[in-house]
Each structure stands twice: as C-alpha cells, then as structure tokens.
C-alpha cells in the first residue's frame, strides 16, 4: 500500500546498449587520445628525424655513443666517426638523437 508502482517497476535490467556499449566506446576513445596517438606522433617524428640525417651531423646511437656521421648509405646504414680513424656502421633505426645538423652543401 505504502510502495508506489514507479519504485516496482525499476527492478528491470536495463539497456545493453547504455551499459556496456557506451563505456567500452569511451574506455577506447580515452585510450586512443593519451596513449596511442602520441606514440604515433613520435614515431613519425623520430622517422623524419632519421631520413633527415645526413654527412657531418653529430648523432648520438641507442646505445649511447656519439659521433659524426661519415657517410650514409641507402641499405638503411650510416657510418659513424667515434674519435680519429675509428668509424662504425650504424643501422639508421638506432639513432636516437641528432645533437647538431649541418646545412646542406650548395651545388
């Protein structure tokens, strides 16, 4: 007597839509917002950075050595320039900084 029909009737179970569909879609787009598209972003800039490089800039490896670059070849390697008469072949992909670029050579 003392329940009113509209507490009686809100037992049901609800939407499937609402409530799974919509959070799992904001889960994802949050996701996608602070993780996956900065990740993106930095490679794409990390893959410039690399095709940029070129003969007299100062890289320094993953690995951590520094040095000049000599020559680069299009096997997706450089040769680096450590100290005087010592040079190494460097896959592109491991550079992970270029500490100061040359200008381009006029022709």
Do not use: C, W
């Not at 029909?5 to 917002?33: C, E, H, N, R, W």
């Not at 997706?76 to 670029?101: C, D, F, N, P, Y």
């Amino acid at each position: 007597m003392f329940v009113t029909p509209a507490y009686a009737q809100s037992a049901g179970g609800g939407d499937v839509f609402t409530s799974l569909i919509v959070p799992m879609a904001l889960i994802f787009g949050i996701m996608y917002f602070l993780l996956i598209r900065p990740q993106q972003k930095k490679v794409k800039e990390h893959q410039a950075m690399i095709e940029a490089v070129r003969r007299g800039d100062q890289i320094v490896t993953a690995g951590g050595l520094v040095g000049k670059v000599t020559k680069v070849k299009d096997e997706g390697e450089v040769e680096v320039e450590l100290a005087k008469g010592v040079t190494v072949r460097v896959v592109k992909h491991t550079i992970s900084q270029v500490r100061s670029k040359t200008e381009p050579a006029n022709n």
